[in-house]
């Protein structure tokens, strides 16, 4: 609609991850009369990727945590299991606060001001803690449950590493993620509006993207290979 309505106006489409069909049909989309896309590489160089397939989170993560020294974040799936992290991390010993969409804007503020300025060495959040996060020194990004995509975890695990020091991004696997992630797209409800139709092809979609993220847990290959074929690059030492 805004080529329709804006047909003499130049228009520059930006995304921070893109598989190249997904480029593809945004420029299909806005009616690019050629292509023409200017790509940065995918891969962070400074940043280790490390799948860990455990039973016992909370002990794998009381490990990272002794082993590994900085500043940290640790995603979870829900809001509940902020508040259940933050706490057992406290009662370690480990200076921590919980993060998520459901605190009012005082709370949010004064939760990443801490972090930030290092009195919190780990924030538990949902995906709402990420948007303007401006600090560098993060040394490490857990992911305690399994990422609806592989964009999703590409952009969280970003968060680390952003001084070019290295990083870890590191995320605890098991059996039960899929089995949880499978039930969740399988009774979705914010899709119930749509036409049976359409809400089976978004329930395919979402399958589909779990199945890439599964693959990413499985693999036996370099994880950072992995990412970087996903979003169109060639690995350089391929």
Known sequence: DIRKQLPDIPILALTATATP??????????????????????????????????????????????????????????????????????????????????????????????????????????????????????????????????????????RAGRDGADAECILLYNSSDVTTAKFLINNASENEELDPEARETIRRQDMERLAIMVGYCKTKDCLRGYILEYFGQKHPDH
């Not at 292509?35 to 995918?42: H, I, L, Q, T, Y």
């Not at 259940?84 to 370690?92: G, P, R, S, Y």
């Not at 949010?108 to 930030?116: F, G, P």
């Open 21 to 158: 069909e997904v480029v593809d049909d945004i420029q299909e989309r806005l009616l690019f009369r050629e292509k023409n896309v200017f790509r940065m590489s995918f891969e962070r160089k400074n940043l280790n990727y490390i799948v860990r397939s455990t039973e016992n989170k909370e002990g794998e993560l009381l490990h990272i945590l002794a082993r590994v020294e900085g500043s940290a974040i640790v995603y979870v799936r829900n809001r509940d299991k902020t508040r259940e992290i933050a706490k057992l991390l406290t009662e370690h010993g480990i200076s921590a606060s919980f993060y998520h969409a459901g605190l009012d804007t005082r709370d949010k503020d004064k939760r990443q001001l801490q972090w930030t300025e290092g009195t919190l060495r780990v924030i538990v959040a949902t995906n709402a803690f990420g948007m303007g996060i401006d600090k560098a020194d993060v040394r490490f990004v857990v992911h305690y449950n399994l990422c609806d995509s592989l964009e999703a975890y590409y952009q969280e695990a970003g």
